[in-house]
């Protein structure tokens, strides 16, 4: 049930993000043109690796964080409950 309820969430956020750029794409013709598409996948493009850049970084930041809990939690001693 809970897969179920996360692939319906998926799928909405999908639909609408398609909304979305759609509508920005439409937005930004109307402003900017057609004669200046280039200039736009240009600041597309490396606004596009400036956040994967920071995306990446997060993950490595959060998997090093999760790599020393778990050497923590494996190097300590098992404590066993006394009654």
């Known amino acids: 049930m809970k897969l179920a309820k996360i692939i ?3 799928m909405l956020l ?3 993000s ?3 750029f759609r ?3 439409t937005l ?4 900017f043109g057609s004669a200046n598409l280039w200039p ?3 600041i597309g493009i490396i606004l596009t ?3 994967l850049v920071i995306v990446n970084h997060e993950v490595e930041c959060e998997m090093e964080e999760a790599r ?3 050497r923590s939690t494996a190097n300590s001693p098992v404590q066993t409950e006394k009654p």
């Open 49 to 51: 690796i400036g956040g």
């Open 68 to 70: 020393k809990h778990d």
């Open 40 to 42: 736009m996948l240009v």
């Open 28 to 31: 930004l013709d109307q402003y």
């Open 23 to 25: 509508s920005v794409w």
């Open 14 to 16: 999908l639909g609408a």
């Open 18 to 20: 398609i909304l979305v």
């Open 8 to 10: 319906v969430g998926e």
